[in-house]
């Protein structure tokens, strides 16, 4: 009898902590939309108390885990990345590196990767107030953005921001941030409903419909070309594939990482003259100035790169840029992830990145594969690509609160993966070379230093 009521105890505790593990990953949600949309401004002084409360409320939701295993996969990436940052300040390639910027860059991983390793695999997609939470959450969030923009004297964000003890912020950079979280928000909508029913499917649209409106509403540029590209891919991602169909997916994604490669290797593409149609813009011309000058440093020092914390520092000529003149990166970073990591780590940096896209595409392949709901997940994941290849590549809080809260919902709502034999296969091979490279590089910034 004892032992019964023990088990009854123990079923009842374990309830108990399912319904606090849920409660929070809903709260997180709700608190940092709330952020993103009032606060958000990529000052660290800000956003750093924001960035450790969700780790702190993701961690508790933890204690309630009963198998609290971190996966060996990502111990393994994460020790890969260690090496070869570690390795690039202790033995330094350039006199950009900066020991500070590598104690700040592990500690930026380690609070990120605890926001989302705790609400891994856990299908919230399959409870039933995600059907109801989400969508309210977008709509809320799109009309705020709306309303905003509309010359309405009624001001969504000034009467909200009475309720957040942070200042509200009503800068550009803040507009970017919440447009970014609306159109990640919006294709979890879509993921949660598409292929239930024409119902919910039509509802899924009429709030993906509200948030591009809002979004175009913004002056977050790149915000809109990736709705744009995303609602391509999820229309494309319904094409049936006899064959090819892994093939296919795979080299689209892994675009992320060509163009950059293709641009490093066929440097310089800057247009001849100032006259050209690119600078017609000033936000395109821009960033075909920056990564022509992006492309040109890591092709000078395409093997070692210039260690971590070099984009901060690494000087800019005057003729790099013809729109206009800087003397460093704008913003202390090139405005994409893979040049960030191209410019810091040279080829071991890029190969870590393609290594670890490569392990999180078979993730969600092997997730989506069978799913109705697929295409929209593809989509959400074009929409953060290209997000982040014009945008968000320093290891800044808000910067990197962000990309934690996108894995944060893209690994919290796919279901537990199921792995087959092609994927299993490859995930072996890529963590294997990616131990191998880390010996590799960290070898030669060592010999290279001794050398130098």
């Not at 020790?79 to 500690?107: C, D, H, N, Q």
Request: hydrophobic share 55%.
């Amino acid at each position: 009898m004892n032992l019964f009521g023990q088990k009854v105890n123990l079923i009842n505790q374990e309830k108990r902590f399912f319904r606090i593990h849920y409660f929070l990953f809903y709260f997180i949600l709700f608190l940092f939309t709330g952020y993103a949309y009032l606060n958000a401004r990529n000052i660290d002084v800000l956003s750093e108390p924001v960035v450790f409360l969700i780790f702190f409320l993701a961690t508790t939701a933890w204690i309630g885990v009963a198998q609290k295993k971190i996966p060996r996969s990502l111990l393994l990436v994460f020790s890969s990345f260690l090496g070869l940052t570690l390795a690039s300040v202790l033995f330094p390639p350039s006199e950009y590196s900066s020991i500070k910027w590598f104690a700040r860059m592990v500690w930026l991983f380690i609070l990120a990767a605890g926001i989302v390793v705790p609400f891994a695999g856990k299908d919230f997609s399959a409870r039933r107030f995600s059907n109801l939470f989400f969508p309210v959450l977008c709509v809320c969030l799109a009309t705020a953005v709306i309303v905003d923009h509309s010359g309405s004297s009624l001001q969504t964000k000034e009467f909200l921001s009475r309720f957040s003890p942070l200042k509200a912020a009503y800068t550009p950079w803040n507009e970017k941030y919440s447009a970014y979280w609306l159109l990640f928000l919006a294709w979890m909508t879509m993921y949660i409903f598409w292929g239930q029913g024409e119902v919910r499917e039509i509802i899924s649209l009429s709030v993906l419909s509200l948030s591009f409106a809002a979004i175009f509403m913004t002056s977050a540029e790149s915000a809109q070309l990736a709705a744009i590209l995303s609602l391509g891919i999820f229309i494309l991602a319904h094409i049936p594939f006899a064959k090819g169909r892994y093939q296919v997916y795979l080299s689209v994604f892994l675009l992320f990482l060509i163009v950059p490669l293709m641009w490093v290797i066929f440097s310089p593409l800057q247009p001849g003259s100032a006259d050209s149609i690119i600078y017609s813009k000033s936000s395109v011309g821009s960033r075909v100035d920056m990564y022509d000058f992006c492309a040109r440093m890591v092709k000078q020092n395409f093997l070692s790169g210039y260690g971590v914390g070099s984009c901060w520092e690494l000087p800019v000529p005057e003729s790099a840029f013809r729109m206009y003149s800087y003397d460093k990166l704008p913003g202390g970073h090139p405005h994409n992830i893979v040049f960030l990591f191209f410019l810091e780590l040279g080829f071991w940096g890029f190969a870590w990145l393609a290594g670890v896209m490569i392990l999180l595409f078979n993730y969600i392949y092997d997730t989506t594969r069978h799913s109705k709901q697929g295409p929209a997940i593809w989509a959400l994941v074009m929409s953060a690509q290209v997000i982040f290849s014009f945008s968000f590549s320093i290891w800044q809080f808000d910067v990197v609160l962000i990309y934690a809260m996108f894995f944060f919902l893209l690994f919290a709502l796919l279901p537990k993966r199921i792995s087959c034999e092609q994927t299993q296969l490859l995930d072996t091979l890529v963590l294997r070379a990616l131990m191998i490279m880390t010996v590799i590089g960290i070898t030669f910034y060592v010999g290279n230093s001794v050398i130098t």
